[in-house]
């Protein structure tokens, strides 16, 4: 094409995406040149009037248990290398630390590695380089102190980034190493002693989540009551933890579509619809039974492409799906039922509902998903 006419639009700008993504939205795109803030959106109709709330819940005691158990071990780990005299003389023996000036150029490139070698030393109760402390701009006496985020630094330099000039003490290196793999604090050529992976994880999907969202919904439920549309959205749909039987005794252990389903389920809040809407798996209520055969007249669909079955371990509950190219037709078939209220609470997946969804009478959305980004939440 000869210089076309690039039109760039979206609902949600990715202002949080790394500094380098963003450059590329700008080379393809050009510079944003004009935004509808959201107020004027709220003003119009286009956007409904919202506000934004965090549920705090707190670790299951088992999963406190994993996190204390790593805390321990980090500070543990972290008073044993201060104290750790054969690994104070290797750091004090680096070339930077022996002769800065002729060091200047790499010094000045990586200040806070630099920095995380006089910290230790000086917390480590050894000298400190006067002409380093120079170089730096920093006076011992205002050296902080070696917390775990300058071991951090320091460990990474150590083991990995400056690994050549530490040689010498391959042993004791190698040994470090070995001790930070056993706490968990070893990921990816990362020293992870503040908040590794596993412990990030187990607070994002932790257990007691399921609770809190009985919580808001049993609070909403309270205040709305018949005007209730709750949509909760999860990452995953979990199917495999459907109960076999109505008597299963099952303590769910991740959290997805069918977990908070089940629990909402059990928790028999007075007044709830339930409904689960996802690619693979919907399910709507007993009492939608007639309701469901309209909507599908409506739609025009023939009768033989809809498949409604008992849930098998519920007699209260439908599972609803379609044959062949009818899978289309599945949010919009659901969505009706929500927005006629046949559904007053809907779980579902984040990917599935999460952009370009239409429900306008949703009044209140929990946030289930692991994914915490801005752009998701204006999705």
Not at 22 to 27: A, D, I, L, V
Not at 127 to 137: N, Q, S
Not at 237 to 242: G, H, P, T, V
Not at 306 to 334: G, I, K
Request: with cysteine; hydrophobic share 40%.
């Amino acid at each position: 094409m000869d210089s076309p006419s690039v039109v760039a639009l979206t609902a949600t700008p990715p202002y949080d995406v790394h500094p380098i993504e963003w450059s590329r939205y700008e080379q393809l795109c050009g510079q944003v040149d004009t935004e509808i803030p959201v107020p004027d959106l709220v003003k119009r109709g286009d956007l409904c009037p919202h506000q934004d709330c965090v549920y705090f819940s707190a670790p299951s005691v088992e999963e406190t248990l994993r996190l204390t158990e790593f805390r321990n071990n980090a500070a543990k780990f972290h008073a044993e290398l201060l104290a750790n005299s054969e690994f104070a003389a290797v750091v004090a023996g680096h070339p930077w630390l022996q002769s800065p000036d002729e060091h200047l150029e790499d010094i000045l490139s990586d200040p806070a590695y630099a920095s995380s070698l006089v910290i230790y030393l000086n917390s480590s109760g050894q000298e400190v380089p006067a002409r380093l402390l120079g170089v730096l701009g920093i006076s011992r006496k205002r050296l902080p102190v070696a917390n775990l985020e300058w071991v951090e630094i320091l460990l990474i330099g150590v083991l990995y980034s400056d690994s050549e000039q530490y040689e010498s003490a391959r042993p004791l290196m190698q040994a470090l190493g070995r001790r930070l793999r056993e706490i968990g604090a070893l990921e990816r050529r990362r020293v992870l002693l503040r908040k590794p992976t596993a412990s990030s994880r187990l607070l994002t999907a932790s257990i007691n989540k399921l609770q809190s969202i009985v919580e808001v919904v049993r609070l909403e439920t309270e205040g709305l009551g018949e005007e209730l549309r709750l949509v909760v959205l999860a990452d995953f749909i979990r199917k495999s933890e459907l109960p076999q039987s109505q008597n299963d005794r099952y303590n769910f252990q991740q959290l997805g579509v069918v977990p908070i389903f089940e629990t909402l389920r059990r928790a028999q809040i007075h007044g709830v619809r339930l409904g689960i809407l996802s690619g693979s798996f919907v399910v709507v209520p007993k009492s939608a039974a007639n309701a469901v055969e309209v909507a599908a007249r409506s739609a025009e669909l023939d009768k033989e492409l809809l498949v409604v079955e008992e849930l098998r371990y519920c007699e209260e509950f439908l599972n609803v799906s379609f044959q062949r190219t009818a899978n289309q037709y599945l949010v919009r078939f659901v969505t009706r039922l929500f927005i006629e209220g046949e559904i007053t609470v809907l779980v579902g997946t984040t990917s599935l509902l999460g952009e370009g969804w239409d429900a306008p009478s949703i009044n209140c959305l929990i946030l289930a998903s692991s994914v915490s980004s801005y752009m998701l939440s204006n999705q």
